[in-house]
């Protein structure tokens, strides 16, 4: 992706940030920048979000194109 990248600080469950570094542990070719931009990507195509560039945020997430 060769878009702008932003730095957010947000606070999640606990549980939930186990359950992510457990499954980063377990998958090394994702990283947590990679899950919440897949993550929120997908939450904003599936909730009326029609812009072509988060969708195609989303694929090159998804399939590691990081061109």
Do not use: K
């Not at 957010?8 to 359950?19: K, N």
């Not at 570094?21 to 909730?47: D, I, K, T």
């Amino acid at each position: 992706m060769n878009s702008p990248m932003i730095s957010l600080m947000v606070e999640i469950p606990e549980e939930l940030h186990e359950s992510l570094q457990g499954y980063l542990e377990s998958h090394p070719a994702w990283s947590q920048q990679r899950v919440f931009c897949a993550a929120l990507s997908l939450f904003l195509m599936q909730n009326g979000n029609c812009d072509r560039r988060v969708n195609r945020i989303y694929l090159d997430t998804l399939f590691d194109y990081a061109a």
